[in-house]
């Protein structure tokens, strides 16, 4: 198994500090959502106990970006979460989750082979640009989740803020609009 695919192993101390043991060094919650983001399996556990606090973690990761004004999940969704864990039968909820999710991940893929090479469009001037700017909108829209599709190179992207990369692919998808309705 490759670094890659083996799960970043994290150790959380006593002091509750966390510690990456691949770069020994520690690293913050915002840190560990970075690696999600970028398609990294994460495992945190509890030095001492050898509990395993993935879940905790993850939770907490949510919620955060919840407070911050970042609406992960909407209202309904999370009523939804709470009513299917005081129903009976509520365990049910977390395989429709995760299959529902798989299909995201699946689709996302398929899209992406669509706009592959063997479409007649490749051949059209600026197919590169737009293929890269949908991936990037796609990586935006899903807050990148982790799959089969990793996105555009970390190199090929300019350092700016969150917000200014979606305003950015906002616009060039409007002139991408544009010239697609002019070819048309």
Excluded: C
């Excluded at 495992?43 to 001492?48: G, N």
């Excluded at 969704?77 to 699946?106: A, I, K």
């Excluded at 590169?128 to 992207?157: C, H, I, R, V, Y």
């Amino acid at each position: 198994m490759s670094e890659q695919e083996k799960p970043l192993l994290i150790k959380r101390y006593a002091s509750r500090r966390l510690y990456n043991t691949e770069t020994s060094d520690y690293v913050t919650l915002e840190d560990i959502a970075v690696f999600i983001r970028d398609g990294r399996e994460v495992q945190i556990i509890d030095l001492k106990t050898g509990d395993d606090l993935t879940r905790q973690y993850l939770l907490q990761i949510i919620a955060e970006h919840e407070s911050r004004g970042e609406n992960v999940l909407p209202v309904n969704v999370l009523n939804d979460l709470v009513r299917s864990y005081m129903l009976p039968g509520g365990g049910m909820m977390p395989q429709f989750l995760q299959s529902s999710f798989e299909m995201l991940r699946e689709s996302q893929s398929k899209m992406m082979e669509n706009m592959s090479a063997m479409n007649p469009m490749s051949q059209m001037p600026g197919f590169e640009a737009m293929q890269a700017q949908q991936q990037a909108f796609l990586k935006a829209m899903t807050g990148g989740l982790s799959g089969n599709w990793s996105g555009p190179d970390k190199e090929d992207q300019p350092a700016t803020e969150p917000k200014e990369d979606l305003d950015e692919i906002k616009k060039q998808l409007a002139e991408l609009q544009q010239k697609l309705s002019k070819l048309n």
